[in-house]
């Protein structure tokens, strides 16, 4: 397999290179008159592998959505890598849940890698030949190279996973925010994107991810956002991880940890 292409992406600028890879500061998102997100705060980290978890309904996918501008916040500041607004956007890249894809569009791995390509080279112009070849170089990073004619509804969940990260990938931005990255594939799967995730933070890249199994996240991330609705905790696994608050946040007891 090719190298991992580095962490790129427009510049950042000196006095933000000690910034954290995403801020959000006093978040609040509701959707008509409910709260989904109520005055989050929570700082992550660059350089390394970050979780949002939390029970169903806690605003995981929403405070993702929201950093994007996908939906609207109500109040609050999101940054990534110290930048607000559009420009925040040149830094990141996401990988959304699988259940929000046609798979049914008429459109091949390839060509779902080579769109990381078109910020950068502009959405109305054709992409070179230096583009095609880092598409490609992502596509086969992720083990995918053999399927790059392949309609991706014609791809196993697993598969369609490796191809929307590598297109992430594709994008070079320092920043990857990834919905759910690991729901519904196989544990092999799992360990190789995981690997690769943790290549791209050596390489000076950062990795934000909502994710549900606690017991993956206790022995495979570095930092951790716990969350319902507020922000019950956020920094080091061992600090937020603690077994009563995790009770607390799901709301019963008997929530599966492994201690």
């Known amino acids: 397999m090719s190298e991992l292409p580095r962490p790129g992406g427009r510049e950042v600028p000196p006095e933000r290179a000690g910034g954290a890879a995403l801020e959000v500061r006093s978040l609040t998102v509701s959707y008509r008159t409910l709260p989904v997100l109520w005055e989050v705060d929570a700082t992550f980290p660059r350089g390394v592998l970050s979780a949002i978890v ?20 109500d109040d609050g500041e999101v940054r990534v890598a110290g930048a607000r607004g559009r420009d925040a956007l040149d830094h990141v890249a996401y990988v959304p849940q699988t259940e929000s894809v046609d798979w049914d569009f008429p459109i091949t791995a390839g060509e779902v890698v080579a769109m990381g390509r078109y910020r950068a080279a502009g959405w109305f112009r054709r992409l070179g030949r230096d583009d095609r070849a880092l598409a490609a170089a992502c596509l086969d990073r992720v083990g995918m190279a053999g399927f790059a004619r392949r309609q991706i509804g014609q791809l196993s969940g697993g598969q369609r996973q490796r191809v929307f990260l590598a297109r992430a990938l594709a994008q070079q931005a320092p920043v990857l925010l990834l919905d ?56 080091p696994l061992a600090a937020v991880l603690d077994p009563d608050e995790v009770a607390a946040a799901y709301g019963a007891p008997d929530v599966a940890w492994a201690p």
């Open 54 to 73: 939390g029970p169903n309904g806690a605003g995981k996918s929403t405070l993702l959505k929201a950093a994007l501008g996908l939906v609207p916040a």
């Open 180 to 235: 759910e990255p690991f729901a519904g594939i196989d544990a092999r799967t799992q360990a190789d994107l995981l690997r690769l995730l943790r290549g791209w933070c050596a390489e000076g890249g950062s990795v934000v991810a909502v994710h549900h199994d606690l017991g993956q996240v206790r022995t495979s991330f570095d930092w951790a956002l716990l969350l319902n609705v507020r922000a019950i905790g956020c920094g």
